[in-house]
Structures are given as C-alpha cells and as structure tokens.
C-alpha cells in the first residue's frame, strides 16, 4: 500500500488520511479476530493448557461408550471425542477425563474440564446457565419395560398415563414424561442404574431413554426388558450438544472442529458403526 501511495502524485490529502484512519483500525481488529479463532494445545483458555480436558459420567454405558473406558475410545460419544481431539491437535495420550454425575454436569458453576459429553439434550432452559456446541445426533425416545406390565400392550397415550414410570432427575427423559405425556408423579432417581434397579426390583413399570441407551439396556443390563414403543420426538430437545461452562471462549475453535468432522462425515460413521435402531419398532403417538 506504501508503494502505491507514493507513486500515486494526485491523491489528496483528506484521502491520505482516510486509508491511514482505516488501516489502523484493520491492523487494530486484526488480532481481535485472531485471538478469538485461532487455537493450540497451548491454549490458555484451556481448564489445563496441553491437555484436552473432557467431562463425562462414571459409570459409561455403551454404545455411548464401552466397557465403561472413556479412555479406550470405543463407543459413539468417546469415538467423536478423540477424532475432535485429533481436528483440535491432540495426541490420544492428551485427554484427560473427569467423571461426574448428569446432575453436576448440567448444574451452572465452574466445571473441570473443557467440555462435557455425556448425552447432554440441548434445551433453551440449560442454555440460560451452560453453553453448548451444535447439536452432533438427535435420538429417539423409547419406552422400556418388563414382561407382564401394561406397558406392553400401550397404544396411546391415555395407556402410557396408568402406568408407574421412573426417570433421573434433570433429563429431558423426565421433561418429557411430564411436559408430553402429562405424568408429574414419576419416581425420580439420580443415575441411570437406579432407575434399572428399580425396573427390575417391579417399583417402576416403565421408563424412557434415547433408543441408543434403550437398546444396550435391553440387550445387557435389564435382559429381561424390551422396547415397547418409540415416542415423537420433544420439540424442546434439539438433541445432543457438547456441554461448556457459561460463557466459555472455547465453544468457537472446538465448534469449528464438530463442523469439519460432520463435513467429512465423521459423525455419520460413528453413527452408523454404534446406534443402530430397529426400524419395525411400533410409534405412540398420541
């Protein structure tokens, strides 16, 4: 630009100064910019910088994740999590996991870690005290029950409602049974395995999960179980999302990462390599 400047004799003074006024104010926006998009394992925003730092539940579950080893990265959600490592620049040996309950994980306040994944439903309540990334799978809902139970025959909704349901505290599974399906006196336990228990202890005669869950659950855990029915889906679950702290600078750099897995396809994989569904399993849909 300074060459142009002084071999061009007829440009005015007044216009000398405007594009000395507008490259400083480039030149002044420029590391704005660049702070904001561009990312290292070093990065200070980083809970440790060198390591990527990454929340989840404890126990796991497949086909979220297998043999309850986030470490071993097999499993949908900790396969995603180190091909987002990758993208991001780190080695398999630089993430770190931390365990906590669904309820801490969705609670506002500090969190230890970068980001969380642990079937996390994006909703515009948790959005107000955590931030999310964009939505990586949206799950349907299913009903699981024993043999014997009314649930086994539902149709409709009005047979949903006279049954005795269980749920964990803070899910969309609990949302749903009382914003969808009307149900406001279900049992509500803190983890995943207590509404087993009790599934099987004959307290609860059903209770809801994303089909994924739905189908390891009944293949392993609760053998006995099985999916009765699918459920529409609930229009205030946008589906699954990384969960951050309020307000965390990361949710850009690591954003951009999800979108350039999803672009290649990535997720897609994952999806297809472990949630698969049956496509013959009956839909109440009222």
């Known amino acids: 630009m300074k060459g ?24 002044a926006a420029l590391p704005v910019v660049a702070s904001a998009q561009a990312f290292s394992t070093m990065d200070e925003r980083l809970v440790t910088p060198g390591v990527l730092t990454v929340g989840t539940g404890d126990p796991v579950y497949p086909p979220w994740m297998m043999n309850n080893d986030p470490a071993g990265g097999e499993g949908f959600e900790n396969g995603l999590v180190y091909a987002l490592a990758e993208e991001l620049g780190f080695a398999p040996d630089q993430v ?13 306040g500090a969190k230890p870690y970068d980001f969380s994944i642990q079937q996390i439903s994006v909703t515009e309540a948790r959005s107000q005290i955590v931030s999310f990334s964009q939505v990586y799978f949206q799950p349907e809902k299913a009903v699981i029950a024993l ?8 149709t409709s909704f009005d047979d949903l409602q006279g049954l005795r349901w269980g749920a964990v505290i803070g ?3 609990n949302d749903y049974l009382v914003n969808i399906l009307g149900i406001d006196d279900a049992a509500i336990y803190n983890e995943q395995a207590d509404v087993f228990q009790a599934l099987q202890a004959g307290q609860i005669d059903a209770t809801l999960a994303a089909l994924p869950t739905a189908l390891f659950m009944t293949a392993v855990q609760v053998p006995d179980a099985s999916i009765v029915a699918l459920l529409p889906a609930d229009e205030n679950d946008n589906g699954h999302g990384l969960l951050f702290e309020f307000g965390n ?4 750099p690591v954003d951009a990462a999800l979108s350039a897995l999803i672009d290649r396809g990535v997720v897609d994989d994952l999806i297809a390599t472990y949630l698969v569904a049956d496509p013959d399993l009956p839909i109440i849909s009222e």
Do not use: C, H, N, Y
């Open 96 to 108: 770190v996991w931390v365990g906590q309950t669904f309820d801490q994980a969705i609670a506002p």
């Open 4 to 27: 142009a400047l002084m071999t061009d004799k007829l440009i005015t003074a007044s216009r000398r100064m405007a594009l000395t006024l507008l490259a400083g104010a480039m030149a």
């Open 147 to 154: 043999p014997g139970t009314d649930a086994e025959t539902a």
């Open 171 to 173: 899910t969309t599974d």
């Open 249 to 252: 600078p990361l949710v850009e």
